[in-house]
């Protein structure tokens, strides 16, 4: 036989093997899904194509020099596995009165201070978006194969509100960007979820999804297997003891570990005698992922008591893996008061350490570490702050410290330039009761910028903080941005600080804040105003709505305004003000009254028996003037329902 024909047959039997192979992988997929119902089935078996997910678009990008990226929040933040830069992907800015999401990518150089902006290179589209994923926040990116994923996450401004479910990847080689098609049963749209890379798969838990009128938060797992871009979903009915849905859990994988460690979140719960009401959580879990591995087993749930010292109740908080150790920094402790109408945070900079092998909490103290600040409400600072930062400026190239060499480095002449602009400026700002210490803090005895009666602000060490990036490059534990909250004050932050895990001395600023770019716009004088022109006032404030004329009026301003103009402010003011998201006086969406009255009759009745004391009623009386209730109140929200409906269903539009 020649040597072309041994070719040919070799090459057909390996054809021939690769389609045994996909059918294998296509019937071992269908026998998993016969448990989840025949309709997912055939949805399933029309879509499923296993050779066209590889020739989805690409979208070539192009790298341009930049200048940092303005300061955000809720972003992403990955080393780059090949040159080590920083690679930072949307996030989110709100400066009192109007909010923006970005779905811009840059990527920093540290040690060389310069910017670079990844473009797509497509102006066929809109100028808002020119393809690739769109703007968002609170998604989750991981780095694998030498490819940034991006998956979920949220687009929330001032008239749009939704969540995402796709998956994106950047080849981190050529810079294109690929939408990814998956089968199976993937993660429903939400954001705060956390997703980690465990061996070729991608471990996703928790998050939540906002319906204006209802949070639902999640305690799911899902699991995609990169080789077959599949995902598995495991529902936490399957177990007896496993952590309470919520989001912005801290998850990272245990080093050199089938392990995943899992610890806080936040939640929020429906009390019906007052408004919803946070939970944050600070218990801690194992995800023993090696039982997966084999067929038909599922990873294991184990809860960790919490020995040694560990942080005090707190959410928001950031967390990093560096060996056999967890490290956690920041975050914020919010307070209800007793109507959940209103918080008081605490917020915190200090860290602390989990780890594994005993599975003890530490705290880490370093020589310029710890303080906390207090946001008490409307209690803020009557100082002239706006200008607070105004003459602080980003170090000059030379300035930097170059953070390969930080052993040898003289933080105290790098650093004092920075050091004696700030002190200069608080020091003008602040009260005649603050001073600068030897030691370069600022001690504020009355009133400081960040709030009444705060404690300390340390101009040597990050401020506390919620949401910073924190990432990880050699033996140094970086964090770069976040946010805190100054009475109303949303204040986004964009510095970066590091600090060696060994040695633990004393953190390092890497790049100063640049506050002269943020304004706030003071919108507490226009809300009542802004809000009155989309909602109207009602005149009572008992279980129905008020008189027929505010109905009217409200009924016109609706005719008058498009629906992409209305804010979601307005309608959670709308629901809010109209008790829209309590179940037992409100129909869901779609609800018959005869189905409405059946499923919350046992309220309304009781409404009848407590307006009519001491009035002897049959029971077939009372049960007719309860459903005249009900009816009444369903006649009285319809155009309020028709409101959050459509709000609702532009949001599902975008999300599917």
Same mark, same amino acid.
């Given at each position: ?10 090459? !057909? !039997? ?25 309709? $997912? ?21 192009? #790298? ?6 303005? @300061? ?8 780059? @596995?090949?040159?080590?830069?920083? #690679? ?18 840059? !990527? ?67 810079? /294109? ?5 998956? /089968? ?29 009128? $209802? ?9 995609? =297997? ?5 995902? *598995? ?119 602390? #350490? ?23 409400? =409307? ?5 002239? +702050? ?23 480095? +003289? ?32 001690? +504020? /005895? ?5 709030? %009444? ?10 401020? @506390? ?29 964009? =510095? ?8 633990? =001395? ?54 008058? /305004? $498009?629906?992409?103009?209305?804010? %979601? %402010? ?34 309304? *009745? ?5 307006? $009519?004391?001491?009035? #002897? ?18 006649? !009285? ?20």
């Amino acid at each position: 036989m020649s040597k072309k024909k041994k070719s040919d047959v070799k090459l !057909k !039997k390996a054809e021939e093997k690769k389609e045994k192979q996909l059918s294998k992988s296509q019937n071992r997929y269908l026998k998993e899904l016969k448990r989840e119902g025949v309709e $997912e089935i055939l949805k399933t078996v029309e879509n499923f194509d296993l050779n066209s997910r590889s020739d989805d678009l690409e979208i070539q990008c192009s #790298i341009i020099q930049s200048e940092r990226p303005t @300061p955000r929040i809720s972003s992403s933040y990955n080393i780059h @596995p090949i040159s080590g830069e920083l #690679i930072i992907f949307g996030g989110e800015y709100y400066d009192g009165k109007e909010a923006k999401c970005f779905h811009d990518l840059y !990527k920093w150089n540290i040690d060389k201070n310069e910017w670079k902006q990844v473009v797509i290179s497509n102006n066929k589209l809109s100028s808002n978006y020119s393809g690739g994923p769109k703007p968002r926040c609170s998604h989750q990116a991981v780095i694998f194969n030498e490819c940034l994923y991006i998956h979920g996450g949220e687009y929330s401004t001032e008239n749009q509100f939704y969540h995402f479910r796709d998956l994106w990847r950047l080849n981190l080689k050529n810079y /294109t960007w690929q939408e990814i098609k998956t /089968t199976g049963l993937s993660p429903t749209p939400r954001s705060g979820h956390r997703m980690v890379v465990w061996r070729h798969f991608f471990v996703v838990f928790g998050g939540f999804h906002d319906t204006v009128r $209802e949070t639902r938060y999640f305690n799911d797992i899902h699991i995609l =297997d990169t080789k077959t871009l599949h995902w *598995v979903r495991i529902d936490s009915s399957k177990y007896e003891s496993c952590p309470s849905p919520r989001s912005g859990v801290q998850m990272v994988l245990c080093s050199n570990s089938d392990r995943i460690f899992i610890y806080g979140g936040y939640s929020k719960i429906r009390d019906n005698s007052k408004n919803s009401v946070g939970k944050t959580h600070s218990d801690c879990w194992f995800l023993d992922m090696k039982p997966f591995l084999s067929e038909g087993k599922l990873p294991t749930w184990e809860r960790v008591s919490k020995k040694g010292t560990p942080p005090s109740a707190r959410s928001g908080s950031t967390i990093i893996g560096y060996k056999n150790q967890c490290i956690i920094f920041g975050g914020v402790f919010d307070q209800d008061d007793e109507l959940g109408l209103n918080l008081n945070s605490t917020f915190y900079n200090d860290l602390y #350490i989990f780890e594994i092998n005993n599975r003890r909490w530490y705290e880490i103290e370093l020589s310029n570490s710890k303080t906390k600040l207090e946001s008490h409400g =409307d209690n803020q600072s009557k100082m002239n +702050d706006s200008n607070l930062f105004e003459d602080v400026e980003s170090p000059k190239k030379d300035e930097l410290c170059n953070i390969n060499h930080l052993d040898n480095f +003289d933080l105290s002449e790098k650093l004092s330039n920075t050091k004696n602009k700030l002190s200069k400026v608080i020091t003008e700002q602040s009260s005649s009761n603050s001073i600068i210490s030897n030691d370069n803090k600022l001690i +504020d /005895t009355k009133v400081n910028y960040f709030g %009444k009666y705060s404690e300390i602000i340390l101009i040597d060490s990050p401020l @506390p903080r919620i949401n910073c990036g924190m990432f990880l490059r050699g033996n140094f534990v970086y964090i770069y941005g976040g946010l805190f909250e100054s009475g109303k004050k949303t204040i986004t932050l964009d =510095d970066c600080w590091c600090f060696n895990i060994l040695k633990k =001395d004393e953190w390092v600023c890497v790049l100063p804040l640049s506050m002269k770019s943020q304004e706030w716009a003071d919108s507490d004088s226009n809300t009542e105003s802004d809000l009155s022109s989309e909602c109207p006032s009602s005149s009572t404030e008992n279980y129905y709505l008020g008189e027929e004329s505010d109905i009217s009026e409200f009924e016109h301003e609706l005719n008058e /305004t $498009e629906q992409s103009e209305l804010s %979601k %402010k307005a309608v959670e003011e709308v629901i809010k003000k109209y008790h829209l998201d309590d179940s037992n006086k409100t129909p869901f969406l779609g609800e018959s009254m005869r189905d409405f009255f059946m499923r919350t009759k046992a309220y309304w *009745v009781n409404l009848v028996m407590s307006e $009519e004391t001491g009035v #002897i009623m049959s029971e077939k009386d009372v049960s007719r003037n309860a459903f005249g209730l009900a009816q009444e109140r369903v006649e !009285k929200i319809k155009t309020y329902m028709n409101l959050v409906g459509k709000f609702e269903d532009n949001q599902t539009k975008c999300e599917n």
